[in-house]
């Protein structure tokens, strides 16, 4: 396809998106959740097309000499299809956010105002390999009245374009409007930039992938774009902390799932508990088989091999079984290494002095700061919103776990009796 | 100054607001609020300074052959420079937003979640002429508890300069940190740029001025920006509505401040009664000194001279004494027409049906929308904010009138008692 055939494409899966948007708004929560239930059932019904389709893919990365990790993300079989298809089935029985009044108020004129949730309108999803991600967002994007442009990645497409037609096919059966999800059906790589530059069409863009996604998504969209960039999580051990508890929350809050965002990344104890916290951290760290970047105290007391730490460790995202140590003076200090080097994620403060723990959960510029808890807890489920798309690194609009309410706007009714301006 | 100083210079500023806006993050309201009026009463103790600054623009933009309009908008006296004194102390008298608790709940595993209004962090205003636009944007900024960069058009640098000057030196001796309002002191256009590329420094831009300056912001930002694009705003009178209501209304929206964003410039009738209300509305707008642009049915019911209208009309904000009549089938082709032609700003229906009201409100896509009241209701004052940065034009983060509530971020608060994740 030439550029120009890419572009007015794109544009038109723009305007019939937008189209598609303003016939959503009229479902009820019931039609929409007939529809996402008939959507999982086509899911179950199409299993074998799906599993054809993404062997299609498997073959496809096996000749490209993609890597088992990425082979592993890519495939599908019964039971992962069958968990799409639950996943779908599971927002469903989620409380519909829409059409929620948030305030409302009257005016001393009598104007009653009423700040009303309402769909954003048309997302854009741009992600990796993992196919799940087409009916994951786009029945969380249904759910919430939105219409939904996905892009996949090339490895994934004959596997995401036989789940976006169970998605079309199944819902269009129950009323699911034309065109609120539309899959962008070729791989060319222009079709990210077309899509970032419609802002007429699409009012906001989530990239789900790495670091060099987003950055390209970044780099040229106009519209918002909610970005879920990397997690240099950390936990504080304050002077007065309960020991066990700090040495327990920070071997789960490294250990319990190491590759993903809200991991820990950098532990800081306080000087003062140097001697007494690094030996009893150090065994238990090693136990897990977790490989310490300590800094000169750290190494000194830590009481099992450990690496000197260096200046990039403490903005490091390992993703692995890796956890960087730092000796500090106090809160200030702890305060200020957090807001320099993480990524204002998550962070945690281990204390029994309710002041400190206030101190520190008021000044982290943090999405979440924990007292006493584990990074681990900064997710959707944990949150109980049911369901997440992500977890916003971003301040405007949604900020750390990013539900099915961060994927409603607002808008603002006013009731009159004639009322005109003076 | 080459582009590499530039660069290094704005870089430099976004270093050091990032630096105060942590500092400004432990200031209490009280403290805030001493701050505000200390930079109130150094306006006024400079106000010789500024006229002088002030009078530096003002023969520039003579040499230069500004427009009457624009040296108008330009120019202080002893008046504005009072009223830009006065607007500052008045945000010391508004309720401060940060710190207010959004919700709370418990979780089955003991974790308590709380949701907290914060500043955002840092934020870059790019404007132009209108010099008061300085104080402003960086006393509502402060306020909230944001740090500012702020980037004013070469035409008023000189009075820029002047205010922000005051501003600093009356703030930073009631303990205003330092580097938390500044202005940038050059006015190479290359600025802009480096500022909507620095997303490590700039949480979030709002460019206060025409469209091309929003264009232009949103072509090369990375980080959110937050927009404030036209107003082509529409009354619906519904079959039913009453006509003198409805009369009132359409007069009123166009023509009480006919320049602003809110003010009408379409309105739509329901065919069933163009017989009777085009003739009065046209006797109403003629008085007004209304130009009016019709539709065929218009023109024929109107009764006073007037365009036949183009395609163009449906789409155009006149910001002046013209407005389009367009006949409509009833409320699905208004909605329709809304829908497609407007910019989603503000829409008003007049009816006494509150189920046509309902359906209105409902289904207009825009982020204000009224029943039997003037459009020029969409105002942070009429709402009763206190104060507005601007009407967003945004889906995200703010939608409608933008007060210091959308000045601020959140976060969440998690409070544990060891919690681990299992």
């Known amino acids: 396809m030439t550029d120009s055939e890419i572009q007015s494409a794109i544009l038109d899966m723009g305007r019939r998106a937008r189209t598609a948007s303003y016939a959503l708004v009229k479902l009820t929560t019931e039609q929409k959740n007939a529809i996402l239930i008939a959507m999982a059932d086509e899911i179950m019904a199409r299993q074998e097309v799906i599993l054809t389709a993404n062997a299609l893919d498997l073959t496809r990365a096996e000749q490209n000499g993609l890597s088992t990790a990425m082979i592993d993300r890519l495939k599908l079989d019964r039971k992962r299809s069958k968990a799409i298809s639950e996943a779908v089935r599971e927002v469903a029985l989620l409380p519909d956010p829409v059409g929620e009044k948030l305030t409302d108020w009257t005016r001393p004129n009598g104007l009653h105002i009423r700040k009303i949730r309402v769909p954003i309108g048309v997302i854009g999803i741009i992600f990796e390999s993992r196919p799940n991600v087409t009916s994951d967002a786009a029945s969380l994007c249904f759910k919430t009245g939105n219409a939904t442009i996905l892009r996949g990645g090339s490895e994934a497409i004959d596997s995401n374009r036989a789940l976006a037609a169970a998605l079309q096919a199944g819902g269009e059966r129950a009323g699911l409007p034309p065109d609120s999800i539309q899959l962008i059906p070729f791989t060319d790589r222009a079709s990210v930039e ?40 950390h936990v504080y051990v304050h002077a007065d902390a309960d020991l066990q508890v700090a040495a327990d929350i920070i071997v789960n809050s490294k250990c319990q799932k190491p590759g993903v965002c809200n991991a820990l990344e950098t532990f800081l104890v306080h000087q003062d508990i140097a001697v007494s916290f690094y030996p009893l951290i150090g065994k238990r760290l090693a136990e897990a088989k977790v490989e310490i970047h300590g800094d000169p105290t750290a190494l000194e007391h830590l009481g099992v091999p450990a690496k000197a730490a260096t200046e990039e460790d403490w903005t490091t995202e390992y993703l692995e079984l890796i956890l960087a140590a730092k000796t500090v003076s106090g809160l200030d200090e702890a305060i200020a ?67 099915l309410a961060e994927l409603c706007s607002y808008k603002y009714l006013v009731d009159g009796s004639g009322q005109i301006r003076v």
């Open 194 to 233: 077309h899509m970032a530059k419609m802002d007429q069409y699409i009012d906001l863009i989530i990239p789900r992938g790495g670091k060099g996604l987003i950055e390209k998504v970044v780099a040229c969209a106009r519209m918002p774009v909610i970005k879920h960039y990397d997690g240099v999580c």
């Open 337 to 403: 290494h957090i807001n320099r080097y993480g990524s204002h994620h998550t962070d945690s403060i281990i204390t029994r002095d309710r002041s400190a723990a206030e101190r520190f959960q008021h000044e982290i510029d943090s999405a979440v700061v924990l007292h006493n808890a584990s990074t681990r807890f900064n997710d959707g489920g944990e949150f109980g919103f049911g369901a997440e798309i992500g977890i916003s690194t971003d301040k405007l609009h949604a900020r750390g776990p990013m539900g």
